[in-house]
T-cell receptor, first 111, second 113 residues
Framework: DAKTTQPNSMESNEEEPVHLPCNHS???????IHWYRQLPSQGPEYVIHGLTSNVNNRMASLAIAEDRKSSTLILHRATLRDAAVYYCILRANTNAGKSTFGDGTTLTVKP | EAQVTQNPRYLITVTGKKLTVTCSQNMNHEYMSWYRQDPGLGLRQIYY???????DKGDVPEGYKVSRKEKRNFPLILESPSPNQTSLYFC????????????FGPGTRLTVT
């Protein structure tokens, strides 16, 4: 499986933008980049995905490097409710059932 | 409402007593998975299923069994639980079409004494 690498933790101030990086240097051409977040005492929740182009949805934006070896999840205005563990994973077209989560990034949002 | 349900949510049992954790999804998803989550080890995939009667091992399958007799259900079976299987377990499902985003259940906290 292609692996992802994320910083263990990041801090942000409330209402400021947050950029959460992810490295996936061994990504294959057809792998999707997915981001999930896990709030305390809950199951992971899908946030956003991308393949090659940058993506926006109501929760966040995803910026994908041109060589696809890294990506950045962007929360435009962090709120206290965004404090969570954020996971970046790859989903392969060739074996879409297999899924490897890393340790994720614990985001702390300060008021 | 589209959802993945797990039962029970909490379970305390003793070593060696067989147990089953059920998982059900109402989204007609082809793919289903089981994960365990332990402090410092993140989420690790136990087993996954691509469709009825099609299952495969994840990263930590030892000590677990699964079955997929119906599309909506994917039970996790511990034939002889041991204390090292004390963990938080999550079931997830996803469509068989790209991009395969996963929907997770609320989790089952299992304690084996």
């Amino acid at each position: 499986d292609a692996k992802t690498t994320q910083p263990n933790s990041m801090e942000s101030n409330e209402e400021e933008p947050v950029h959460l990086p992810c490295n996936h240097s061994t990504i294959s051409g057809t792998d999707y980049i997915h981001w999930y977040r896990q709030l305390p005492s809950q199951g992971p929740e899908y946030v956003i995905h991308g393949l090659t182009s940058n993506v926006n949805n109501r929760m966040a934006s995803l910026a994908i490097a041109e060589d696809r070896k890294s990506s950045t999840l962007i929360l435009h205005r962090a709120t206290l409710r965004d404090a969570a563990v954020y996971y970046c994973i790859l989903r392969a077209n060739t074996n879409a059932g297999k899924s490897t989560f890393g340790d994720g990034t614990t985001l702390t949002v300060k008021p | 409402e589209a959802q993945v349900t797990q039962n029970p949510r909490y379970l305390i049992t003793v070593t060696g007593k067989k147990l089953t954790v059920t998982c059900s999804q109402n989204m007609n998803h082809e793919y289903m998975s089981w994960y365990r989550q332990d402090p410092g080890l993140g989420l690790r995939q136990i087993y996954y299923s691509m469709n009825v009667e099609v299952t495969d091992k994840g990263d930590v399958p030892e000590g677990y069994k699964v079955s997929r007799k119906e599309k909506r259900n994917f039970p996790l079976i511990l034939e002889s639980p041991s204390p090292n299987q004390t963990s938080l377990y999550f079931c997830a499902s996803s469509s068989g079409l790209a991009p395969y985003e996963q929907y997770f259940g609320p989790g089952t906290r299992l304690t084996v004494t």
